[in-house]
């Protein structure tokens, strides 16, 4: 972990949010193109970059947020000098809500990212900690499948993680309609996309080869 003065943004904290890297647990999409373990895997790998990243970009200080136990959660605590905390709430969006309520209780804004995204970067990070400096209640990076790999908030919105149609193509469109509703101001960045199934892995490879797998 990067000493507290070499945060840029000290005011903000960023979340990682992850799972139990266990076959049939994680990437089940994938899995029925590559295997159970051989998904597990790769989760588990994206799952080191995803916090490599997050933490060596030196923007704030970054908390895993775990849904179940797994030795590589501690693993990467003890690395990185992580805060671990386990998820909140009955659903995706709930455990959400709770996170960043949670976070904002000591910050001035939160950061939210998931483990499935391996274009997220240490630029796009900035890129959205700078927009909620400067002012934006809320700011989301979409993904291609139609939700988001990225939310990042100044407040903690219930309306924006509940009765949402988790894990369809409708995700960013409801929050964008919510958004509006609430008059709430928002930044989107770039668009980016998650590793889901196996056309993505190989549009990965495309990318990288074997250096990110």
Known sequence: MPDPLDWRYPEGRILVF??????????????????????AALYARLMEETVCTSVQA???PVTLCVDGAHPDFIALGERHDL?????????LGMRMYHAIRN???QADFAVLIGTDCPLM???????????????????????EDGGYVL??????????FSAMRWSTAHVM?????????????????????????????????????????
Do not use: M
């Open 121 to 143: 970067s240490a630029d796009y990070l900035a890129q959205a900690c700078e927009s909620l400096r400067r002012g934006s209640e809320f700011v989301f990076g979409p993904a």
């Open 173 to 213: 469109q409801q929050t964008r309609r919510r958004l509006r509703w609430l008059n709430r101001s928002c930044t989107e960045l770039e668009t980016l996309w998650d590793l889901d199934t196996r056309e993505d892995l190989e549009r990965l490879h495309a990318l990288y080869g074997s250096v990110k797998v």
């Open 58 to 60: 030196a923007l704030a």
């Open 103 to 105: 976070a904002l209780e």
């Open 83 to 91: 805060a671990i905390v386990s998820q909140q709430g009955t659903d």
């Open 151 to 160: 939310v990042g908030a100044r407040y903690a919105e219930p309306k924006l």
């Open 18 to 39: 992850a799972k139990a890297p266990l076959a049939g647990r994680v990437k089940t999409r994938l899995a029925a193109g590559i295997g159970g373990q051989e998904a």
